[in-house]
Every structure is written in C-alpha cells, then in structure tokens.
C-alpha cells in the first residue's frame, strides 16, 4: 500500500491513516484532507512532530550556503 505509506511518512499513526483510508474509499489526497481536517486526538502529537519536522528541515535548507561561481 503505497499510498498508505506515504501518509504515515507524513507522521500519522498507521493505524489511523488505515481506517481513514478506507473511509475515503481508498482516495490518498481525500484521506490526507480528512486526517488534517478531523483534527483527531491520536494524530495531534504526530502532526505537530511532521510539522516540526518539515519546518526544521526547511530551516536547514535555506541556511546552506550557496556554491560561488
């Protein structure tokens, strides 16, 4: 399941993004919409830690120096 990893990845439980998925009719980008939306208690800590995550490796990115010519 592809899609289902690559929800995970984004720092859902497996467990949720399974149930999700399969409430979305097996639809990636409805089951990422409705973890987002529904705001659920288990996928709290998760999302903030994915977005933690993103936002420090974003950081990173922007504070690499740039290759003279």
């Known amino acids: 399941m592809d899609a289902v990893d690559r929800i995970v990845g984004m720092g859902f439980s497996k467990q ?35 977005i933690a995550a993103s936002t420090a490796e974003q950081a990173a990115k922007e504070q690499q120096p740039v290759a003279s010519e």
């Open 16 to 50: 949720a993004v399974i149930r999700a998925f399969l409430t979305c009719d097996k639809n990636e980008e409805y089951t990422v919409n409705f973890l987002l939306t529904q705001g659920a208690e288990d996928n709290d800590d998760a999302l903030a830690q994915a």
